[in-house]
């Protein structure tokens, strides 16, 4: 009944000319967020590499000592060579001085050495310039080349290579502790060597073993022209052996020196005569440069 009489009201205002209010519905945008992103492509699983670990070599197994108890020479290892004299074709012979007592007989070898130019080699013991090293630092200042000959001067022959080598590098370090050089070759005691001493001398960095083929023996007390007689002996690319001990050997450089002088001589040391490097108070002469003059007699000599 309600519905019907409302009906009629309104059909009754319609009538009358009247209308319904216009209403405006507003056009809302409404503001959307952005669609997600689209999800970027995975490139798929990583593969990681372990680092690898450094190699590490196998340790060199310790040598094996010999049937002698010794640590025996390097398979690859060159022995030093043996020399006796040096070249036949040019006339100069080397002077060596052994064993290196008797530091006030050092001196006087190496006064008359340099006042008449006379190049040669020293081949001390170890304990001898342990003793006097002063004298020994008075023989290297004035140039003249130091090698090894031992430090206790005994025998290398039938020693085994490892003690051989300790034998050696036991002189070295004396004498470097001492501001020494040390020449690159080495003298045996009482010329006694084998082929450990060469591989020996080798592994101390030394490359030749030198013997002497000109002995003059004036350790055994003989007199100043006697060394002198068998010094002269020497020839073209003669080593001469003479000794710092005996009081006769200074007093028979003068006449060693005058005569082969005279004959046309001149004096090198081991290393000039071998082409090793090292020092030389004097410069090596050549095959064409005329031989110095004679020596004079030494003011006052030691008694024969």
Not at 154 to 179: F, I, P, R, T, W
Request: aromatic share 8%; with cysteine; net charge positive.
């Amino acid at each position: 009944m309600v519905g019907v009489v409302a009906l009629l009201f309104v059909g009754g205002l319609l009538a009358s000319g009247w209308t319904l209010p216009a209403f405006s519905i507003a056009n809302v945008t409404r503001t959307s967020s952005p669609p997600p992103a689209a999800p970027t492509p995975s490139a798929g699983p990583v593969a990681i590499v372990p680092t690898p670990e450094p190699t590490v070599p196998a340790p060199t197994p310790a040598p094996t000592p010999g049937a002698d108890g010794c640590i025996p020479p390097p398979a690859d290892l060159v022995p030093a060579q043996v020399v006796s004299h040096g070249p036949r074709s040019v006339k100069v012979v080397a002077l060596t001085f052994d064993d290196g007592f008797d530091a006030p007989n050092v001196e006087r070898i190496l006064r008359f050495l340099v006042a008449h130019r006379v190049n040669a080699t020293f081949f001390p013991t170890a304990a001898a310039v342990e003793m006097t090293p002063k004298t020994w630092q008075k023989v290297a200042a004035a140039g003249f080349p130091i090698a090894n000959h031992t430090y206790h001067h005994a025998s290398l022959k039938g020693v085994c290579y490892e003690k051989q080598l300790a034998e050696l590098n036991k002189a070295k370090s004396v004498v470097a502790d001492h501001a020494l050089p040390m020449q690159g070759y080495m003298r045996p005691p009482y010329e006694e060597y084998d082929m450990n001493t060469r591989r020996a001398a080798a592994s101390a960095g030394e490359a030749y073993v030198v013997l002497w083929d000109v002995d003059t023996f004036d350790w055994t007390g003989v007199s100043k022209g006697t060394i002198a007689s068998r010094a002269l002996r020497g020839k073209s690319g003669s080593i001469i052996l003479m000794h710092t001990s005996p009081h006769a050997t200074p007093a028979a450089l003068f006449r060693i020196v005058s005569k082969f002088r005279a004959r046309g001589y001149s004096f090198v040391t081991i290393g000039q005569l071998l082409g090793v490097p090292g020092p030389a108070p004097f410069p090596a002469p050549s095959a064409a440069a005329p031989s110095p003059a004679a020596p004079s007699p030494p003011a006052s000599s030691p008694p024969a």
